[in-house]
């Protein structure tokens, strides 16, 4: 392990940043691994296949053994990469060869191998060339040559990746389905982009040849990448031509399919309902021989049909023609037992299979139907279906396709013309009672080639164009880019040659300009030269500013000028001096040119040569004038402070650096009525309280020794003497110098403050003794200009309300709203920003969870806000406990929504019965009445020279089973509609309004849209008994001639809108308690999460809104 470390620290930047790569692919392919094992997304990003995480493993783990110099592990796991990639080529390139999903396969999967998708195509390709870039990179030089086959590698897994990124991040799902997308292809594509990008840099800071052989080859590497760019989506186009064309044999088979599968099933259809009459007219040979000629003549398809006894023999048969099969047993052959025991069995219509027809002499099916009453068998009903019906039945529409029916694995009939093969074949399971078909639909030769087209392949030469010219575009700014690299250096040299001339030149006038310049910027200080004699040789702008000398009034005079003519000793003693001792200072009188004096300190020093002859002097003169006036204004300022301090009404003494008191003004003395004398020194502390002296002393000694303030409060002795209370503040001060000079100490009289204090406390005392006696929780909420809320005041009650103590709730606001449940916290911040934003009361209720596992609690809070001077929010309020009145609420709610699901229930068993009333009355009594009619029809047939009265007793009883039959119907409409349920709720609405206009002579108008409603069962039934009641109160009360009827749908809910122009309501009409109607309507609706509006005014008709949500959900 240490070897490895050291191995690591060793590492140079740019390996660095490769194994850095390498690791983070791997462990990101590692996570969405783990993720599949572990049944979880992973955070924040698409989870990758599962073959391809492992593969983004090794690919990851192989960069960065690369960067380690770990080559042979480096190239054994791009091995396993190449190989996950060559594996899923292989089994695109030959489907069924290879079924294992995934490859890396393992007995810890959660669902078991063959239930996770494959890596895509194009992700298997980029693995492909970029696990040959992982295996030929090293991390030592290899030549230019592996170098260039490196980059060619890397730059085309790099093409391939950024397609691909482009592809699933912004393609959508034409591009996944063009380029075989299955998943995960965003991130595969981030990570594909990194590893690729970090071979290529690995290869591009190899040597100096390897570079060059690199950008030398840079436009052959470009075209091979965007050439293979090109490939990719050539053969994209291809897969998507095919996929067009399977993809549309496939919607063919499934229409041909439907449409074999309804009319066989409408046949099957009519031969029962034919059976159904037999029965009901015992298979009487007249009335059988029409009915069948009837359907025989309406279904070409059908080449005969026969009625068999209960003996299963041919009693009569239609067309006339096929005569002769009367008196055949149905069960003449094994096929036809077989389908006619079935048929008895199972009580159901059953086909056979195809087989001869002997009448006709041709090839088809029988339809077999069972005729049963009472539980008995009646008799037998079959129909022969002809070979030619599949043509018939499709006609024209797929004149591009050739349409197999096979029975068994045998040819049963076929339509269109002939097939281009079999690889374009879709096959279909036909399901039609007892018979299972096989449908195939293959695509005609005609159909392939108008499909066909030269995309692909104009694509493929596009690319290949556009590889060549992104190649050009490449050695074109190769060769610029050389040519102006060697114009730069040229440059570069050239420019380097004239700044080393021009700083050589610059070195030379910054020496002759610096001196200058330093002696011209002083301008408090009079700098300025003297030859041996004397004379002013040079002179700076500081010695004009002070002496008032221009240079070319002093150069050349004698320095003497600058002195007064009464100075004891002459200035050319000066010069002596400094040429004796090598300089002079001094600090005396100087005299400017408008005769002015001031004080000045002189510097004088001798300037010798390197042979030591003298050459002059340098002077200079600084104005004392400003320090000298700083001293005596110092000296004025502390006479000042001094008296200022004596009329000073507060108490002030001052300690001098030992500690002692050296000065008290007159306020102390006044204060303690002792002398200054007595109070100097160490005097004063007399005075403090005894108490007091010791935490005195402490304080002092301590600040002393740091020489930091303090402050300290004691009781210091009136001249009465009282002991008052004395706030002493005292501050280190300096000197001139700088040094800790002792304390200045200024002490305040808080004996009336202490005073307050302490009646202050009482009165927080009384008022802790209300506030713990009030339920709840008194506060005072305070939030500044910033937002935060804290609260500086709770009572007592805070802890038996909220389970928190005080000090937690005064110190951290958030701990209190915490407790309030999340979804009402929202609320509760609203409520309290409204109030700040419009000093209105704070209002709030609602649920409080105290830790731990305390019962929740209902609380309410009330509070009214005011503002402070500095600007922030106060509110004064009161928390207070409504657990018990919310539990008695919540009791109501909850008996309220019990009634509610009872009325539901009994709603919805009402709705049942009434349905089952229906059926039966339908079934029973519709089926009677109508065998009844059929008799009299039949007697009005046989009876006709009957004498006239019973020919007129037979049309009465005509009219009454007609009527009886009207009858039936309403009774069976007004319980359960069928047109409800056939139709839907618009058709349904439609027949109610015209219903009731035919009764009342109102006009309605129902605008409903005929499709894209997609209504529950139980919704659409709801909607039309409130309609049903609406029409009746209409009729009922409303005096309307015209209702206006609306049913619409946004996302969430439908809504159906009436509105009439009759007499309107009043509110007391809604408030009536006889209103039953409009509640029915509204408790209807609230069972469904819906309600009702209604909105009336009298002589302004009536609107009724209803709202129901698409989902259903209880109020």
């Not at 009536?1072 to 409009?1078: D, E, V």
Request: aromatic share 8%; hydrophobic share 45%; net charge negative.
């Amino acid at each position: 392990m240490i070897p490895l470390l050291d191995q690591v620290r060793r590492v140079p930047w740019a390996a660095l940043v490769l194994l850095i790569t390498g690791l983070v692919v791997a462990a990101i392919g590692g996570w969405c691994v783990a993720s599949w094992h572990e049944l979880v997304m992973p955070l924040a990003f698409e989870r990758l296949q599962y073959d391809a995480s492992w593969a983004f493993v090794f690919a990851g783990v192989a960069l960065a053994a690369h960067a380690l110099g770990l080559s042979a592990i480096g190239r054994w796991c791009a091995a396993v990469a190449i190989l996950f990639g060559a594996v899923r080529l292989a089994a695109y390139g030959a489907p069924g060869w290879i079924d294992i999903h995934p490859m890396a396969a393992n007995p810890w999967l959660p669902y078991g191998p063959g239930n996770y998708n494959d890596m895509g195509v194009l992700t298997a390709a980029v693995f492909v060339a970029l696990g040959c870039a992982l295996a030929a990179l090293g991390p030592k030089v290899h030549g230019p040559v592996r170098s260039v086959l490196v980059s060619l590698l890397a730059s085309i897994a790099l093409a391939l990746a950024s397609v691909l990124l482009f592809a699933s991040w912004t393609g959508g799902v034409v591009a996944s389905q063009w380029l075989l997308l299955t998943g995960g292809e965003r991130v595969g594509a981030l990570l594909f982009v990194l590893l690729a990008g970090g071979v290529l840099a690995g290869a591009l800071v190899r040597s100096k040849d390897e570079q060059q052989a690199i950008r030398r080859w840079a436009p052959g590497i470009v075209w091979f990448a965007v050439f293979v760019c090109a490939l990719v989506l050539w053969q994209a186009l291809q897969v998507q031509e095919a996929r067009f064309i399977d993809n549309s044999t496939r919607l063919v088979a499934t229409d041909v399919k439907n449409r074999v599968e309804r009319a066989i099933a409408i046949r099957i259809r009519q031969l029962e309902r034919l059976a159904e009459r037999a029965v009901i007219y015992g298979f009487v040979e007249e009335r059988w021989q029409r009915d069948a000629s009837t359907l025989l003549n309406e279904t070409p398809d059908f080449q005969g049909i026969g009625c068999a006894g209960e003996d299963l023999h041919i009693r009569s048969v239609v067309p006339q023609s096929q005569a002769s099969a009367i008196g055949s047993s149905l069960r003449s052959d094994p096929e036809r037992m077989r389908t006619v025991d079935a048929a008895i069995q199972s009580r159901r219509s059953t086909l056979s299979r195809y087989i001869d027809l002997r009448l006709s002499g041709s090839r088809g099916f029988v339809i077999y139907v069972p005729a049963y009453s009472d539980g008995t068998l009646r008799g037998l009903v079959a129909a022969a279906v002809g070979g030619e019906w599949l043509p018939s039945l499709l006609g024209e529409r797929f004149d591009d396709y050739e349409i197999v029916l096979l029975d068994g694995g045998e040819l049963a009939n076929r339509a269109g013309a002939n097939g281009a093969g079999p690889e374009r074949t879709q096959e279909q399971s036909v399901n039609i009672a007892n018979i299972r078909w096989t449908l195939r639909v293959t695509p005609t030769v005609e159909y392939l080639q108008r499909a066909d087209s030269a995309l692909p392949e104009a694509a493929l030469g596009l690319g290949a164009v556009l590889a060549t010219l992104l190649a050009l575009s490449t050695y074109l700014f190769q060769t610029a880019r050389r040519g102006a690299h060697e114009l730069a250096a040229t440059n570069a040299r050239l420019r380097e040659d004239i700044q080393a001339r021009r700083q050589v030149e610059q070195a030379l006038r910054e020496g002759e300009q610096r001196t200058r310049l330093i002696i011209d910027a002083i301008k408090d200080c009079a700098i300025y030269m003297l030859d041996p004699e004397g004379r002013v040789a040079s002179w700076n702008r500081g010695a004009e500013a002070i002496n008032g000398y221009a240079p070319e009034e002093i150069i050349g005079r004698h320095f003497s000028v600058l002195y007064p003519p009464d100075r004891q000793q002459p200035p050319e003693s000066e010069l002596a001096v400094a040429a004796r001792q090598g300089w002079f200072e001094e600090e005396c009188w100087h005299l400017r040119k408008d005769g002015t004096r001031y004080c000045g300190d002189d510097i004088i020093s001798a300037i010798r040569d390197e042979d030591g002859a003298m050459r002059g002097f340098s002077v200079i003169t600084r104005d004392a004038t400003p320090r000298i006036a700083l001293r005596e204004q110092t000296e004025r300022s502390r006479d000042f402070y001094f008296a200022l301090f004596s009329g000073f009404p507060n108490l002030v003494w001052r300690s001098d650096a030992q500690g002692s008191c050296d000065y008290l003004n007159q306020a102390w003395l006044d204060y303690t009525g002792r002398s200054r004398e007595a109070e100097l020194g160490s005097g004063w502390v007399e005075g403090m309280h005894p108490d007091d002296r010791a935490r005195w002393r402490a304080t002092f000694d301590r600040a002393y020794g740091e020489m930091q303030p303090f402050e300290i409060e004691f009781r210091l002795r009136r001249a009465n003497g009282e002991y008052g209370s004395m706030i002493c503040v005292g501050r280190p001060y300096h000197d001139m110098q700088g040094q800790f000079a002792g304390y200045l100490c200024s002490c305040y009289d808080n004996t009336t403050r202490r005073a307050m204090e302490i009646a202050l406390r009482e009165s927080e005392a009384r008022y802790e003794g209300m506030t713990a006696n009030v339920p709840g929780m008194v506060f005072q909420l305070l939030r500044d200009d910033a937002g935060r809320i804290s609260f500086s005041y709770v009572s007592q009650g805070c802890e038996a309300l909220t389970g928190l103590p005080e000090a937690q709730v005064r110190a951290d606001a958030e701990s209190f709203f915490r407790l309030v449940p999340a979804p009402e916290r929202t609320h509760l911040s609203a409520t309290l920003d409204a109030s700040a934003a419009q000093f209105t009361t704070w209002n709030w209720a609602g649920r409080l969870l105290p830790p731990q596992g305390a019962s929740e609690k209902w609380i309410n809070i009330r509070a009214r806000p005011r503002r402070l001077d500095s600007g922030e929010i106060l509110w004064d309020g009161l928390v207070f406990d409504d657990t018990q009145g919310r539990l008695a609420q919540l009791e109501v709610e909850r008996s309220r929504e019990e009634l509610r699901a009872l009325s539901r229930h009994l709603q919805t068993i009402r709705e049942e019965e009434k349905a089952r009333i229906a059926r039966e009355v339908h079934d029973e009594l519709g089926s009677t009445l109508t065998a009844l009619k059929m008799d009299l029809d039949w007697l009005g047939e046989h009876l006709e020279s009957a004498p006239g009265p019973i020919a007129q007793k037979r049309a009465t009883m005509g009219k009454l089973v007609e009527a009886a039959v009207a009858a039936t119907r309403r009774i069976v409409t007004d319980l359960r509609p069928s047109i409800l349920d056939d139709l839907g709720l618009a058709a349904a609405l439609r027949w109610q309004a015209t219903e009731f206009a035919k009764h009342t002579g109102a006009r309605v108008d129902v605008d409903a849209p005929e499709t894209g409603l997609h209504i529950d069962r139980d919704i659409a039934l709801a909607l039309f008994r409130i309609f049903q009641e609406t029409l009746t109160n209409v009729a009922r009360h409303a005096q309307a001639t015209e209702v206006a009827v609306k049913l619409s749908s946004n996302d969430d809910a439908l809504i159906l809108r009436i509105r009439d122009n009759g007499v309107g309501l009043s509110e007391d009409d809604l408030r009536k308690p006889t209103s039953l109607g409009i509640r029915g309507m509204r408790e209807r609706a609230r069972q469904l999460g819906g309600d009702i509006s209604v909105s009336a005014e009298p002589g302004s008709g009536t609107t009724v809104i209803i709202s129901i949500p698409r989902s259903k959900r209880a109020a």
